[in-house]
């Protein structure tokens, strides 16, 4: 939770607007992994718009040798930026609690030479 994922640009939403994702293939943790097939029936992941951004650029170069035939194209890809809130369909990791650690006493031992 807390992650970024770039998704192409989603024209229906706007900065800020909150999303269900429910359409999930496979979640994660660190003691269990579950695969859909195709989906997650119970698996939900609820999102938060942060941006609409553009990818970097990518040119397009076609030539014929000889012929003296060059075209450039350029394209840039449109984006949303998600930032993730919350997963459901998946174990919650407990936090173990901070417990106080017993002071102890250290004895010195007197050595005999």
């Keep these: 939770m807390g992650d ?19 359409k999930v293939l496979m979640l994660g943790s660190k003691t269990q992994t579950m ?14 718009v942060e941006e609409h951004a553009l990818d970097a650029k990518v040119i397009i170069f076609k030539k014929k040798r000889r012929k003296n035939y060059r075209r450039t194209k350029g394209h ?12 459901q369909g998946i174990e919650k990791p407990e936090i173990p609690t901070p417990e106080k650690a017993a002071t102890k006493k250290v004895e010195k031992a007197a050595v005999a030479a």
Aim: charged share 30%; proline share 4%.
């Design 4 to 22: 970024c994922i770039y998704t192409e640009k989603l024209k229906f939403c706007e900065v800020h607007d909150k999303l269900i994702l429910n």
């Design 35 to 48: 695969i859909g097939r195709p989906v997650l029936p119970e698996a939900t992941v609820h999102a938060v």
């Design 76 to 87: 840039r890809q449109e984006l949303t930026k998600l930032r993730i809130t919350d997963i």
